[in-house]
Structure formats: C-alpha cells, structure tokens
C-alpha cells in the first residue's frame, strides 16, 4: 500500500519539478517519471547526509528536491546546439 502513495508522490514531485525548472522539463510524461525516480535519488541523498525525513510532507519535499536535482542534471545532457554548430554540419 505505501509503494502506490511513494508512486503518487512521485507523480506529483516531477510534476512541481517540472514547474519549478523552467525550460529544464522534457514533457508532462517524462516530467512525472523523472519525479519517480527523483524521490529515489532525494531519499538516498538525505540518507547520504544524514537527514531522517517523516511522514507525507517530508517524502514530498525529498521527492521535489530530488527530481529537480534529476532535472538539473538530464539538462546538461540536453542542451540545444547553436546555429553556428548547426550549420556546420550540412
């Protein structure tokens, strides 16, 4: 039961991430994955440094700082090529 509401949250986490990131989303879809997967990383980051969350809002606010942080990262990955680099290629 609780691993559908670690889902949820998730969900909604990669959603607000998705907002907080101006132009760092990739897309609603993507956006929520990325929130499941950022409350992983947040959860082992807080562990890493010793922060004990609890409850609902705790897992909420790990779970937004760790797909915002997931976020960060895939847009260094997926910046946009200038137009000089573009043209260079044709």
């Known amino acids: 039961m ?3 509401g670690y889902i949820i949250i998730g969900l909604l986490a990669g959603f ?4 907080i990131m101006r132009g760092g989303g990739f897309g ?3 956006n929520l994955l990325i929130g499941v997967v950022g409350g992983i990383l ?3 980051l807080f562990a890493l440094f ?4 609890s409850g609902l809002w ?3 606010v790990t779970s937004v700082i760790g797909a ?7 847009s260094l990955f997926n910046r946009p ?3 000089k680099d573009v043209s260079s290629n044709i």
């Open 68 to 74: 915002v942080l997931l976020l960060w990262i895939a």
């Open 81 to 83: 090529q200038s137009d």
């Open 16 to 19: 607000i991430a998705g907002k």
């Open 2 to 4: 609780y691993f559908i």
């Open 28 to 30: 609603v879809l993507l």
């Open 42 to 44: 947040g959860g082992w």
């Open 50 to 53: 010793g922060i004990a969350v």
């Open 58 to 60: 705790g897992s909420f």
